[in-house]
């Protein structure tokens, strides 16, 4: 269940009372997991692997009525704006429009009352300048140059040079402010969220984008870890070969990196991006995970991922550098896509739970991986992800051969009753964590789905439109169900 998706008031879902509502939801029904989307503040595409930094989070998360609270805000102020009138989706257009007045009210309000002068707020930003520092000025430098990609930026400052670092940082010194303080909102109330689940021993499942975007602070300031010429133009970029989701493959786009560099330095920045993920999570799932092992290559300025072709990646030698520093950590490995013998060696030498999606079981025979009775333990068994439809969309739309395999697997009679089989067929496994997307135990369909892969618009919009859907009778179905098959 994103956080996007929650229901609210203020056009697309926040860290405030429907967070909190849901916690008591998985708490009532039994639940020992929430797995959330990436945080981080998007971009254009508004996609959450697309992050303007792989640190910073999303300031359209912070809830404007916690702020009221804090007098930080008046109920006047929020209700001006307009966020979009549509309960069910988040229009991103209205919300970049918005919700940065309403937050710079709130920061010109925090510096009148001394908010910014407190050993909370002092602390907060000693902490974290080792990443906040370089965001705050991407940002307001991006700011000051309308918005556009950091390559259309004036040389000295495109090419992150020491003086023009200082003389930006002097100029946009209240834009810089601005940035910082918004971190400030959203670490607070994101924490106490996740203190108010983990207090009722619910954890918080987050996910670690393999690349981080290429128009990001992360990317700017760092050029050393990317694969880049003198200009600060990728030589090359991340997508995947063609495959189930896209015939032309997908063209992400992502800086890649340099993996002899982070060797070099054993892999500091690696281990910092993953000891401030486990801030913020209790399980980190890292995506496209099969990128270690050998990572697709697309010749900078393609129009396809098609033209790609394989490069090795650093493989367990990363995750024993994180291991040694961090010790032992819970992370899901997301191996789904092509496989090769050695990407299934190194997910298995790694010891990580791989993902089983039972979406993908269905269109060969019995020998398929993504089947239940081929599961083993050590995995995590989804019925389907923010990629796949929502299994009442997909089972409508399956092929009749499909559907006929999934109706003799599961032991029902006709496609409606696919749903709830496949639901249970995921808790029933052998896996040794289940995960159901909420869409999935309301039977929404395809208009519930988060992302079609390889395509722009009508991605990461949907929302739940209120918490009513969260019944106690759902929840005991749920918790029933779950105790059955000893996972309660």
């Not at 998706?5 to 697309?12: R, T, V």
């Not at 490069?311 to 490995?333: H, Q, R």
Request: hydrophobic share 35%; charged share 25%; net charge neutral.
């Amino acid at each position: 269940m994103p956080v996007s998706a929650l229901p609210s008031k203020y056009g697309i879902g926040t860290f405030g009372k429907a967070g909190y509502d849901f916690v008591d939801f998985l708490e009532k029904s039994g639940n020992k997991l929430w797995q959330i989307l990436p945080l981080g503040p998007t971009g254009y595409g508004d996609s959450p692997y697309q992050s303007f930094s792989t640190f910073a989070g999303n300031p359209y998360f912070i809830d404007p009525e916690l702020l009221i609270r804090q007098k930080l805000l008046t109920r006047k102020e929020c209700d001006s704006f307009d966020f979009g009138n549509n309960p069910g989706s988040i229009d991103y257009e209205k919300m970049y429009f918005s919700r940065f007045k309403l937050l710079k009210i709130a920061y010109n309000r925090a510096k009148e009352t001394g908010l910014l002068e407190t050993e909370e707020y002092d602390d907060f930003e000693a902490k974290n300048l080792w990443w906040l520092e370089d965001y705050a000025l991407f940002m307001a430098v991006k700011d000051y140059f309308h918005g556009v990609c950091f390559l259309e930026w004036d040389e000295d400052i495109r090419l992150h040079k020491k003086k023009a670092v200082e003389r930006y940082s002097q100029l946009l010194q209240e834009e810089t402010g601005f940035y910082r303080f918004q971190q400030f909102l959203f670490k607070k109330q994101w924490m106490a969220l996740k203190s108010y689940a983990n207090d009722k021993g619910i954890e918080i499942v987050g996910d670690i984008p393999i690349y981080v975007a290429f128009d990001s602070a992360d990317t700017w300031a760092n050029p050393k870890l990317f694969q880049l010429n003198e200009d600060g133009k990728p030589t090359g970029v991340a997508g995947v070969p063609p495959d189930y989701f896209a015939v032309n493959g997908q063209l992400w786009g992502n800086p890649l990196y340099n993996w002899k560099y982070h060797k070099k330095t054993e892999y500091e920045w690696w281990i910092q991006r993953i000891s401030y993920c486990f801030e913020l999570y209790d399980v980190v799932r890292i995506d496209h995970f099969r990128g270690f092992d050998s990572y697709w290559f697309v010749p900078y300025g393609d129009e396809t991922a098609a033209g790609g072709h394989w490069e090795k990646g650093p493989g367990l030698d990363l995750f024993s550098a994180v291991k040694k520093k961090l010790g032992k950590k819970k992370i899901i490995a997301e191996d789904l896509g092509f496989l090769t013998d050695s990407v299934i060696k190194m997910v298995h030498k790694s010891g990580f739970p791989s993902m089983k999606v039972l979406q993908f079981g269905f269109d060969s025979d019995s020998n398929n991986s993504y089947l239940p009775h081929n599961y083993g333990c050590n995995c995590v068994a989804y019925t389907g992800t923010h990629d796949n439809d929502t299994t009442a969309g997909w089972v409508k739309t399956m092929a009749a051969k499909d559907a006929a395999f999934a109706m003799r697997y599961l032991g029902v009679n006709s496609r409606k009753e696919l749903t709830d089989a496949c639901i249970r067929a995921v808790i029933a496994s052998s896996a040794e964590t289940a995960i159901v997307p909420l869409q999935d135990y309301l039977k929404l369909g395809k208009e519930a789905r988060i992302n079609t892969p390889s395509t722009l618009g009508n991605n990461w919009m949907w929302r739940l439109d209120n918490t009513d859907a969260l019944t106690n009778s759902l929840a005991k179905e749920i918790r029933k169900q779950i105790k059955l098959y000893g996972r309660l």
